[in-house]
C-alpha cells in the first residue's frame, strides 16, 4: 500500500524596508523555518521565494542590525507583502555620557550660511529622460481581462512583476523624442510639468506638484531634522587635500512632508558634493507612496551634474500591505554635464519601450482610456471624424428663465485643422421656447510665439455679475468657468428668503487676440458690441431694462517660471510658487432705451493671484483685486460682488453673500485660504494617520459707490448696498476627508444684521489634495 503526501508550491513575493525610514533593505535573509530553502533581497529590497511544503511553516526573515521577524505560511499560498524591520537596540546599558555639542549641527550652520554662494542656477539639462509606467502589476492581475489584454506590451522585471509602459520623452542635445499611449503628449507634459525643474536643496522648500516639501538645508531645519555626521573622508582636489563630511539626515516627525537620506558636504566651501534623499512611508501626502531623489555636484564649481527622480503614486485604497490595484511609476534622468557617462543616444532603431508603446495602441483597453481621458480633460468628444461633440457643459443647462435647456454643441477636430477651429452650440428651453447659440472661429497664427485670433457671437444667459476681470480667477477651467465645479452642481439646490437670480440674456459679437510677447509677459485684447438685458418677461426678480454697450479692453498677464501648455485653441498654465500678476484697463459706451446719446466709461483693474508655500507650515493661497470705474454706469456695469447662493463652499466668492447685495465703483477684494497640510493634526497619534488637514479662510471686501450711476438704471429691489464697511468673513475647517472633500464653517464678521443673511453656516465641496 502506497502512502501519498500532498505537496503544493508556496510563493512568496514583496519587498523589504526599515520601518523607522521606510528605506528599502538590501542582502536580507528570507528563508522558511527548518528547511533549505531561502533567498536575500535585491538592491531595492524585493524578495522572490519559492518552496514545496507539507504543512504549515514560519518564514524567517533576519538582517545584521535587525530584529528577526517571522511569520506562518500555508503550503500552497500564494501572496505579496510588505516587510518592515526593525533595528536592534545596540545602546550599552551602563555609560556615562556628556553632554556636548553635536558637529553634524555645526556643520548645518556652515552649509546654511554658504548657501547663497553655493546655490548655481542649474542650466538646461544636456541629456533628459522622463518615463511613466503602470507598475507592481502582479500574477494575480493578469487573471483578469483587462490586464491579460495588454500583457503583450508588458516588460517583465527580475521580480516577476511586470510594468506597463505609458510616456517616455527623451531630450538629447536639443534633440527631442516622445512616445505615449492612454493619453495625449499634452496631457503627459502637464502632468509631469513640475519635474522640469531640478530639484534645489539649497532652497527652504522643494516644490512637488501643489505641494512643497521642507528641504534638509532649510533655515528652519533644526526643529524637523535631526543630523548625524557618520564618517570623514580625504579627497584629493586640485593638489590640495580636502575632507569630505558624510551626514545622516532623519525627520523627527515621518508625517511631516520632510526626507530621510544621506548627503556629502565639502569641508572647504561647505557645498553640497551629493545628497540622497527620500520621502517615509507615512507623510502626510496624498497618493505620494514612494519619492527618492538623488543629486551629485561638481566639486569646484557647485554646479549640478546630475540628477534622479523615483516617484512611486498610488491611487488605490489597501486592505493589507499588498497592492490591490497597480501604481503609477515616474522615472526622471537629467545630466547636466556632458563629461559623465552618456544616456542612450536617440536612434530610428526601436528598443524594448517602444516596441510595448506600439503593440499597445491597438488595444481595445488602451484606445478606451485615452479616450476617456481626451473628454475629461477637454471637454470634448472626439469621433475619429473632422468634428467633434462639446463643450459638454453647453448639453444641458437649468435655470429659472429657460427652465431646462437641450444644447448641440460642436467643432472641427485638430484632425481637419492643426491651426483652425470652428466652435458653435444651438440650444433652446423648454421653459421659454427660445433658440439661443454661440459660433467661434479661432485661428492660432503659424507664428513663433502664441498669436490666437478669436471672432465670436453669442445669444445666451450669463450671470450678469461676473465680469471680464473675474474670469480671469479661473483661467485653467473647462467644465465650469464662472465659479467652482462643486458651486455649479449646488446653486439650485438654496432658496433662500433673499436668494436672487442673476442670470441675464446678452447678444454679443467680440474680437480677441491674444499673444505671447516673452516667456513672462502675455497680453488679451478684446472688442466687444452687443446688448445685455430682457426683452420678454422673466423669471427674475425683477425685470432688467436692456441696453446697448460696446467696449475695448487690454489685459497684460505677468508670470514667472510658469509652464504653459499649448492645447487645441486653448492654453493651460501649469502655476509655479511665484505671484502671477494682472492688469487690466477698459473704455466703452452705452445706450440705454431711454436716451438717444452714447455715455463714456472707463474701468481699471489690478489682479494678483500666488500660492506661497510655509514648508512645514503648510501653503497660503491669495487672490488680492483691487479696482476703479470711471464714470456713471448702469448697475450691471458697476463692480458686483460675487456672492454664493449655494451649500457649495467656493475660494472665489464671498460664502455669506447674496448675489447682488453690494456693488462698487471702487474696490478691494481679497480671497485668503490657508491650508496647513496637517502641520496640527500630524502631532496627535491616531489622528494624523487619517491626513487630514487643517483650513482657515479670510474674505474681505472693500468699496464705495456714488450716487451719480442711480438715475441710470433702478436698483434691483433696492438691494444693492456700498461697502463703507467692509464686508468680512471668517472660516475654519477640516480637509481632505476621504482624500476628496472639505468641509468649512463660515461665520459673517460684520453686516451680521443684514436682512436675511446668515450670521453662520458649514460648507462644502470636492477637492482633491496632494
Known sequence: ??????????????????????????????????????????????????????????????????????????????????????????????????????????????????RTLNDQPADSADQMQTTLYLSHIEAKHLKRQLWRSMQQGMIQQDDSSYLL??????????????????????????????????????KNQIPVYSSSFLSPLAADGNNFYTYYLIDSTLSDTLGSRRKTYQVRFHTRNPYYKTFDGEMQIDSASAALLSISASVPRQTNANYLHQLCISQTFDSLTHALQDEHISMLLDFAVKQDTSHIFPSVLIQQHKQYSPSLLPMPVLTDEKDT???????????????????????????????????????????????????????????????????????????????????????TIYWNMPTLRRNMLQIRYA???????????????????????QMGITTAMMKGLYNGSHTYNSMVRQREGRIQWDSDWSDHVETQMRLSIGRMGYDEPTHNYFAQPSFFYSKLSAVVRLSWQEKKVDLFCRRYHVYSHLPVLFIGGEIGSYQLDNRDRYDVYGKLNVM????????????????????????????????????????????????????????????????????????????????????????????LAYGGLSGKHNDLLAFPDSRLQDLSTPYVEVGVGIGNILRIADLMS?????????????RWSMRFRFHIDT
Open 1 to 114: 500500500m502506497l502512502d501519498f503526501i500532498l505537496i503544493l508550491l508556496t510563493t512568496l513575493v514583496g519587498q523589504i524596508y526599515d520601518s523607522e525610514t521606510g528605506e528599502p533593505l538590501p542582502n536580507i535573509s528570507v528563508y522558511i523555518s527548518g528547511t533549505t530553502v531561502g533567498t536575500a533581497t535585491n538592491e531595492e529590497g524585493y524578495f522572490l521565494l519559492r518552496a514545496d511544503i507539507e504543512k504549515k511553516s514560519h518564514v524567517v526573515v533576519s538582517g545584521i542590525g535587525y530584529r528577526t521577524y517571522r511569520f506562518a505560511v500555508e503550503p500552497g499560498q500564494s501572496a505579496g507583502i510588505d516587510i518592515p524591520l526593525q533595528e536592534k537596540n545596540t545602546q550599552l546599558a551602563d555609560i556615562l555620557v556628556r553632554p556636548g555639542v553635536n558637529p553634524a549641527l555645526q556643520l548645518m550652520e556652515r552649509v546654511r550660511a554658504a
Open 165 to 202: 509602459p505609458l510616456y517616455r520623452r527623451q531630450t538629447v542635445h536639443g534633440q527631442t523624442r516622445s512616445e505615449a499611449v492612454m493619453m495625449a503628449e499634452t496631457d503627459y507634459d502637464i502632468l509631469l510639468s513640475n519635474l522640469n525643474e531640478s530639484v534645489d536643496f539649497y
Open 353 to 439: 519601450f517602444q516596441q510595448s508603446i506600439q503593440v499597445l495602441q491597438d488595444v481595445p483597453a488602451v484606445r478606451a482610456a485615452k479616450f476617456f481621458a481626451y473628454v475629461i480633460q477637454n471637454a470634448y468628444i472626439p469621433t475619429g471624424t473632422a468634428i467633434e461633440i462639446g463643450n459638454l457643459s453647453e448639453l444641458i443647462h437649468i435655470n429659472p428663465q429657460e427652465g431646462v435647456r437641450l444644447g448641440i454643441p460642436l467643432r472641427t477636430s485638430p484632425n481637419l485643422w492643426k491651426n483652425v477651429c470652428l466652435e458653435a452650440y444651438a440650444a433652446c428651453g423648454i421653459r421659454d421656447h427660445a433658440w439661443k447659440g454661440m459660433g
Open 459 to 481: 445669444d445666451e444667459y450669463i450671470y450678469s455679475e461676473i465680469s471680464d476681470f473675474d474670469r480671469l480667477m479661473r483661467e485653467n477651467a473647462v467644465w465650469s468657468p
Open 608 to 699: 494678483l493671484r500666488h500660492n506661497q508655500p510655509l514648508g512645514a507650515g503648510g501653503e497660503l493661497d491669495y487672490m488680492l483685486e483691487a479696482g476703479l470705474i470711471l464714470g456713471a454706469v448702469p448697475y450691471p456695469l458697476l463692480n458686483i460682488f460675487d456672492g454664493n447662493q449655494s451649500y457649495a463652499y467656493d475660494p472665489y466668492r464671498f460664502t455669506l453673500m447674496h448675489n447682488y447685495q453690494f456693488a462698487a465703483d471702487q474696490y478691494i477684494l481679497l480671497h485668503l485660504d490657508w491650508n496647513g497640510q496637517g502641520c496640527l493634526f500630524n502631532l496627535i497619534p491616531g489622528l494624523r494617520v487619517l491626513r487630514m488637514r487643517e483650513l482657515v479662510s479670510f474674505k
Open 746 to 758: 463660515v461665520w459673517r464678521v460684520t453686516h451680521r444684521d443684514d436682512p436675511g443673511a446668515p
